[in-house]
């Protein structure tokens, strides 16, 4: 009977073991991030567009491999800041997929401040004050008649006068 006892138990430590290292990394790696290696590859690509529904983030990315929907439903407001439309974005996924939910963020980097879109925009904003008719007139003081303004001085200004209070350093 105690035979039986202690092969019952080792196969239950295997199973115990086996579900371990599924479930384990996963979970433990929100208290110890780093410990686990996780398996997957890297997908790097440019963030094309960034949306908020609900409680949820939607960004698409452009990779070699094709566009990603990802959704982040943990930390959103925090990865709302991180990326922004024109960054670079690495992901650790365990499979390429089209549609990804909180994968991991290996790193982001900044790309050109503002994307294509914003440069685009701010071209335009140019075109149109340049196209602009209240230009055409002219600046508002042309139109505006300078009158000359005199000032009489009742005394003369005294050089020396502030000379006083000035310490004996700077006099020099």
Same mark, same amino acid.
């Given at each position: =009977?105690?035979?039986?006892?202690?092969?019952?138990?080792?196969?239950?430590? #295997?199973?115990?073991?086996?579900?371990? =290292?599924?479930?384990?990394?996963?979970?433990?790696?929100?208290? =110890? %991030?780093?410990?686990?290696?996780?398996?997957?590859?890297?997908?790097?690509?440019?963030?094309?567009?960034?949306?908020?529904?609900?409680?949820?983030?939607?960004?698409?990315?452009?990779?070699?491999?094709? !566009? #990603?929907?990802?959704?982040?439903?943990?930390?959103? %407001?925090?990865?709302?800041?991180?990326?922004?439309?024109?960054?670079?974005?690495?992901?650790?996924?365990? &499979?390429?997929?089209?549609?990804?939910?909180? %994968?991991? #963020?290996?790193?982001?980097?900044?790309?050109?401040?503002?994307?294509?879109?914003?440069?685009? &925009?701010? $071209?335009?904003?140019?075109?149109?004050? $340049?196209?602009?008719?209240?230009?055409?007139?002219?600046?508002?003081? !042309? &139109?505006?008649?300078?009158?000359? #303004?005199?000032?009489?001085?009742?005394?003369?200004?005294?050089?020396?006068?502030?000379?006083?209070?000035?310490?004996? &350093?700077?006099?020099?």
């Amino acid at each position: =009977m105690k035979a039986w006892s202690v092969i019952i138990v080792f196969f239950i430590g #295997i199973i115990i073991g086996a579900a371990g =290292m599924y479930f384990a990394p996963d979970y433990l790696d929100r208290y =110890m %991030p780093g410990l686990f290696e996780k398996s997957g590859v890297v997908v790097e690509g440019k963030v094309v567009a960034k949306d908020k529904k609900d409680h949820n983030l939607l960004v698409t990315v452009n990779t070699k491999e094709g !566009a #990603i929907l990802v959704t982040f439903k943990n930390k959103v %407001p925090e990865i709302d800041l991180l990326v922004q439309v024109g960054d670079n974005l690495a992901l650790r996924l365990k &499979e390429y997929s089209p549609f990804v939910t909180d %994968p991991v #963020i290996e790193r982001v980097r900044k790309g050109i401040r503002g994307s294509d879109t914003e440069v685009e &925009e701010e $071209k335009d904003k140019k075109e149109e004050i $340049k196209e602009s008719p209240v230009l055409e007139k002219g600046p508002p003081e !042309a &139109e505006i008649e300078k009158e000359s #303004i005199e000032v009489e001085s009742k005394e003369p200004l005294k050089e020396d006068e502030n000379k006083d209070l000035l310490p004996s &350093e700077e006099r020099q």
